[in-house]
């Protein structure tokens, strides 16, 4: 009996402004490579089924869940992980709006929302309630029962749209 | 923007917060589980050599490799092998675990392990399971010491786990002679208690001493087994808990724990064990029960007795379920005058996930009957359900249960508050919709045990270091404990931090669970600031030279003799130096305001509106109204977070979960299937009343929340889609086929 070979594959890839170069099997999950490979443990892995959203990071500026994403598929891309929204001592503007609206408990889910509303905000800063409803509808949380998330969502919004200095790269 | 009102949110926003399933150890292996394919059979054999071949696996490791680790655990029946022994009880059970250098290749191997079944008939409801022949457990586990507040494995000639009874008075007697006998059968679901953050522990064997760091709520109570299995003091063992991912009471008590130990122990290396949520459903669920509730009442539409049978279904291993059977007896008959009672429950063992604690503990089955029949019996009197509740329901101070702390509440003005909610927002109507309301009420002795500890070290600039064992899994109690080190101590909440818990540092606690942490621990950390007060007062009277009695503290300050002294210059007076600290330490048990119990009564008290289309028997929540009925709210907004998400847990429940076993095998073992609440089923209209009377045995007056907004949700939930259908739901979740079932059932009727 062999053991089942890994075929692996060279990627190059930008993480959090940060280049990467990497050997990895073509097994390998996005959110493995993040959160094995490179430290970055803020990406929560929950349902490995693309439904709950705890492991969505930014590829190329679009959410994707990273449990079921292929690193192999990384090559030649940026990635935006938790860890890369906030400028130095700054957070990101949606960051903010989480902690000032109490939208976490066990913030396991925390970072899997920052990223989705993120990209929301990005796709369309003036996002209606039903837009943010729709968006963030892909994210489960099983604390806080979702007010308090559509509220800080609603906060980010209202001040991405009053023409704040944008400070997500 | 302002912060919030968390002293975590923004290692949370930031990624930074470190939980379980973060943390690694130098030289670590990893394992995977190899599951029961098969829920009742006999092992006869495990062929484990094509595993063993596989690239970088360190162990294949099967209940005979375990030695004397090889004892059941349990911390009430002893009835649980670590690795399956002998037998299987449930598909998904743990036969054997890989222990191999990375995840990838333990999964690889874990499929290569073979498993010969020899199959035994497979009982996977309380119903067939308590009428067959066919045990799971061969045995009964009455080994001497293992009673568990006050709960003891019985023996049992069937599959019953356990059994309990409460009564007084003569109930069947007073049925006999009622006017109006109303009767509920009720079943609530199997339900999975999901946290985003599924079960894993990690392990590190050595000569001697055993370190986990694991998602446990009760990290003192892991470590008591771990200690029996491994032979091990107290002192040797360390259970680590950073942050939790969600709890709700799925991570009570021991999970992967052992597991993870006996695979270090097995491997010589750190070994870490994670589950997907297939595995979490495989290792823990709530009971679920059936539930039949008989009421009496008099020509005056008083309840002259109430006669009520539980049974669960409790799956494979009893873990904690005889105290939740028992609680759920205490919890079932609600907070209202009856003269007569009879309760029985049993707990029966079925080829299923095993069954525990989830947020309510026993409370929601319970309730979903009784509270169902209270609405049911308003009905048949011709009575209005709130007044019905409100003519039996028991006052403020009046006895719920014999020997047990009186009602600490004043339910009736909840209701008052519920019924002034729902009236000042009634939805609109609509064609092709029909709507209903309901509220529920339900009060829960909890608080569990009153036993604590807690550590103050206040640093030479004032400072403070709180040491304390609860677990922090979002319920923000770290912030609410901090908050109230920092008004004992006349402090800035920014001048206090919060340990995590670890059993090598920070002192005894009972548990997380049964919202017991803002009253109970909160005592102690008072109890704790109390008795750092009168050692800075001895310090401040030994370098003054004067006697302790003259030292007087006042707002924060010392006073010996003419002097004022903060107590930073205490502590650097009496060193002599810019250094060194001064500790209090804080003891609860048994004993003045806790010597009672329970240490408070948790009170749910809500109310609902629903839309039901009557196209498709989609359900939407309108309105939702929370009374926390909390005596003082040390952190309003934690509260009222505590509150909404409990609510939206019952919602889930009562609308959309259920784990659906077909044969052996559980069909839905994941969140595709298994459907939560998401964003867009919140309800329309969100109401939080918080009831701030002061009437609760912890700090300020405050009794505790997290559990009680969950536990009458299904209840009301039922009662209002009942009121809106014209038929009376008989189980839950309320998804669309069983409410256009109702429906129809309505329209032929």
């Known amino acids: ?169 | 923007m302002t912060a919030g009102p968390r002293s975590d949110a923004w290692e949370k926003v930031t990624g930074r917060a470190r939980y379980a399933v973060d943390m690694v150890m130098p030289n670590m292996a990893h394992a995977a589980v190899v599951r029961s394919e098969r829920a009742h059979a006999r092992i006869a054999g495990i062929d484990r050599a094509e595993a063993e071949a596989v690239g970088g696996v360190i162990a294949v490791v099967t209940a005979d490799d375990l030695g004397h680790l090889g004892r059941r655990f349990g911390h009430i029946v002893p009835d649980h092998y670590v690795l399956a022994k002998g037998k299987v009880r449930y598909y998904g059970e743990p036969v054997a675990v890989v222990v191999a250098e990375t995840p990838h290749q333990a999964a690889d191997a874990a499929g290569l392990v073979w498993v010969d079944y020899d199959d035994l008939p497979v009982l996977t409801d309380s119903a067939s399971a308590l009428a067959s022949d066919v045990l799971i457990h061969e045995q009964s586990y009455t080994e001497p010491g293992q009673e568990f507040l006050g709960v003891a494995p019985t023996p049992s000639a069937d599959n019953a786990a356990h059994r309990g009874e409460l009564a007084w008075g003569d109930a069947e007697t007073a049925l006999a002679a009622a006017t109006t006998v109303v009767e509920t059968t009720a079943t609530f679901p199997l339900v999975y208690g999901y946290a985003m953050e599924t079960y894993n522990a990690l392990a590190d064997w050595q000569p001697g001493s055993l370190h986990v760091v694991s998602t446990a709520q009760h990290p003192l109570m892991v470590r008591k087994e771990l200690a029996r299995m491994f032979s091990l003091p107290l002192a040797a063992v360390r259970v680590e808990v950073p942050y939790i991912g969600g709890g709700y009471g799925s991570k009570s008590y021991t999970k992967l724990e052992p597991l993870a130990a006996a695979a270090s122990w097995a491997s010589g290396r750190p070994v870490k064990v994670t589950t997907d949520v297939e595995g979490a459903m495989y290792t823990t669920r709530a009971d679920g029960a059936v539930v039949t509730v008989r009421t009496g009442f008099d020509a005056g539409a008083r309840i002259c007795a109430r006669d009520i049978d539980i049974r669960f279904d409790t799956g494979a291993y009893a873990d904690n379920s005889p105290l939740v059977l028992t609680k759920s007896i205490n919890r079932s008959f609600g907070p209202y005058r009856i003269p007569n009672l009879r309760v029985r429950g049993v707990a029966a063992y079925t080829n299923t996930t095993p069954a525990s604690s989830y947020r309510g503990f026993g409370a929601p089955q319970g309730a979903l009957a009784s509270e169902l029949n209270m609405d049911m019996a308003a009905d048949r009197l011709g009575i209005d359900p709130v007044e019905l509740r409100r003519r039996n329901l028991l006052a403020p101070g009046d006895t719920i249960i014999d020997g047990k702390r009186p009602l600490d509440a004043d339910l009736a003005a909840d209701l008052d508050a519920i019924v002034s909610a729902l009236d000042s927002h009634r939805a609109a109507p609509e064609p092709g919709t029909l709507r209903g309301r309901a509220v529920a009420v339900t009060a829960s002795d909890a608080g569990a045990s009153p036993i604590s500890t807690a550590q103050v070290r206040m640093h030479a600039d004032g400072s403070v270091t709180l040491l304390v064992s609860s677990t922090e899994m979002g319920q923000g109690s770290r912030t609410a404990l901090a908050q109230i080190a920092a008004r004992e101590l006349h402090v800035d909440l920014d001048s206090v931090a919060v340990g995590q818990s670890d059993t090598r540092f920070t002192p005894f606690e009972w548990t997380t669970g049964a919202s017991r942490t803002t009253t109970v621990v909160g005592l102690a950390v008072q109890a704790a600031c109390a008795d750092l007060w009168d050692n800075l007062r001895a310090k401040a009277a030994e370098s003054a030279g004067v006697p302790v009695d003259e030292v007087v503290v006042h707002a924060g300050r010392l006073h010996p003799a003419a002097e004022t002294l903060t107590p930073a210059e205490v502590i650097r007076r009496w060193f002599g130096v810019d250094a060194g600290e001064v500790v209090g330490v804080g003891v609860i048990r048994r004993d003045g305001a806790t010597e009672m119990l329970p240490p408070f009564w948790e009170i749910g008290a809500v109310g609902v509106e629903v839309s039901v289309n009557e196209a498709t028997g989609e359900v939407t929540v309108e309105h939702l109204v929370t009374v926390g009925d909390v005596g003082h709210a040390v952190n309003p907004e934690l509260v009222k977070g505590q509150d909404l998400g409990a609510a939206t847990q019952g919602l889930g429940i009562a609308l959309w979960e259920e784990m659906v076993y077909d044969g052996e095998q559980l069909t839905n073992p994941n969140l595709i299937e298994y459907r939560v609440p998401r964003l867009r089923d919140t309800p329309r209209r969100i109401t939080s009343v918080l009831a701030e009377r002061g009437d609760g045995a912890g700090p300020y007056g405050a009794k505790g929340a997290g559990e009680g907004a969950l536990n009458p949700v299904p209840a009301a939930v039922a009662a209002a889609v009942g009121r809106a259908v014209g038929v009376w739901p008989t189980e839950l979740p309320l998804t669309p086929p069983r409410v256009w079932s109702l429906l129809h059932q309505a329209g032929a009727g």
């Open chain 1, 1 to 169: 009996m062999t053991s089942p070979v890994a075929t692996s594959t060279v990627i190059r890839v930008r993480v959090n402004g940060r280049d990467v170069e990497a050997l990895v099997p073509v097994r390998l999950t996005v959110a493995e490579l993040l959160r094995e490979r490179l430290g970055l443990t803020g990406t929560k892995v929950s349902c490995e089924m693309q439904v709950c959203g705890a492991c969505t990071v930014l590829v190329d500026g679009n959410p994707v869940s990273s449990c079921t994403a292929l690193a192999c598929d990384l090559d030649g891309t940026e990635v935006l992980t938790v860890e890369g929204l906030a400028q130095g001592r700054d957070l990101h503007p949606v960051q903010e709006a989480f902690m000032a609206a109490n939208a976490l408990q066990c913030g396991f889910c925390t970072p899997g929302f920052v990223m989705m509303a993120v990209a929301l905000l990005d796709t369309c800063p003036a996002a209606s309630a039903d837009e943010i409803r729709e968006w963030m509808d892909g994210n489960l949380c099983r604390c806080t029962g979702y007010a308090p998330i559509e509220t800080a969502v609603t906060l980010a919004a209202a001040r991405t749209d009053d023409g704040s200095p944008e400070d997500d790269q």
